[in-house]
């Protein structure tokens, strides 16, 4: 039987769970209606190192990347309501993929290449990943990664 819903109950469940600290955390209002904060409440992020990755190896790997580590910063005065994904199924985030993000708190996270899941041939590939804001689903933060796989199979 087809799903009712187009999306998989576990985002689904992710989306409301989000919604709900967003209320908690006074971003969003209890009926779903997001609420402008004050202007004093204001998240800003910093994001270091402030490039992308490059990664370079064989048909089938290994590729490492070269700053394969990121700090985010909340460098502002509001709290930040986040959700992280990756553009392609060979980009690897490691680290808390949502939560909050509080005044002064920084998410540490690492990407990672699955060798396993680059395309088999020579050529460049390039993926993402996307911080999201959970509750506008704005994209705040993108780090690129670029993989160049030398050879052929």
């Known amino acids: 039987m087809p799903s009712l819903f187009p999306v998989p109950l576990r985002s689904l469940r992710l989306h409301f769970a989000l919604l709900a600290a967003a209320v908690a955390a006074g971003c969003a209002s209890d009926d779903d209606r997001i ?5 004093h409440l204001v ?3 910093d994001l270091q190192p402030p490039r992308g990755g490059f990664a370079i190896g064989p048909v089938g790997g ?5 700053s394969p580590t ?4 909340n ?7 986040y959700a992280v994904d990756v553009t392609k199924p060979w980009l690897r985030f490691v680290g808390r993929q949502s939560g909050l993000l509080r005044p002064g708190q920084t998410l540490d996270f ?9 395309p088999a041939r020579g050529g460049s590939f390039v ?3 996307q911080i999201r804001n959970a509750v506008t689903w704005v994209v705040e933060a993108t ?5 160049e796989v030398r050879g052929s199979t």
């Open 43 to 45: 998240y800003r992020l």
């Open 127 to 129: 993926a993402a990943a």
């Open 35 to 39: 609420a402008t904060p004050p202007p």
């Open 75 to 81: 460098i502002g005065t509001g709290s930040f309501i």
């Open 143 to 147: 780090v690129q990664i670029r993989v």
């Open 62 to 66: 290994p590729f490492l990347i070269d």
């Open 110 to 118: 690492e990407l990672q290449v699955d060798a396993n899941q680059v």
């Open 70 to 73: 990121y700090d985010l910063h």
